[in-house]
């Protein structure tokens, strides 16, 4: 037993040993829907970390969510490492206000700026919609649940005295869904 019990040790300590030697850190990166623009981004990201993983020890995953809500929330409570989010929805998680209410992120951190985001609004012809103000009363959809265009389009209809109550219906379709919904005649 000697001799096969100093080999099964021996054996042990390289494959512990190389584990802590060869070991590599994971981190996610939450993302967004996987028909949006987030989730590329996100593996953009992750494969440019993981093409030097090897001197970094650092791996990269990208998980597709509901958006920058979610993503701000999952950092906080420890569920992802990095996530994507939009610029105002961080704010107002730094400052403790609208879906952050009473319950501020103070620890979050700008890592990257990817792109400015804007707000489009897109109809059919036949809706007769010119103005934000005159989509009160339609079929409207204005995101996902607990993503950036969500928070974005409420805000802006907030702005111009419209609530999500003043539609005939809302949606709450992601990016990928919502042309083939507009094409439907659905929103």
Known sequence: ????????????????SSIILFG??????????????????GGAICKLVNKYKKETKIRCSVES????????????????????AQSDTV???INGTKKFEG???????????????????ITRKDANIKTLKDTKGKRINIGNI????????????NGVGIKTNDFSYVGRLKAGEAPDALRDNLI
């Open 1 to 16: 037993c000697k001799k096969s019990c100093f080999m099964k040790k021996t054996i042990l300590l390289l494959l512990s």
């Open 65 to 84: 969510t509901d958006g920058s809500i979610y993503n701000i929330k999952a950092i906080k409570d420890g569920d992802l490492d990095f996530g994507i």
């Open 91 to 93: 704010y107002e998680a």
């Open 146 to 157: 607990g993503s950036g265009n969500e928070a974005t389009a409420i805000a802006l209809l």
């Open 103 to 121: 319950d501020p992120v103070r620890k979050l951190r700008a890592v990257i700026s990817i792109y400015t985001e804007l707000f489009t609004l």
């Open 24 to 41: 590599a850190e994971f981190i996610t990166i939450g993302t967004g829907s996987v028909t949006g623009t987030y989730y590329p981004t």
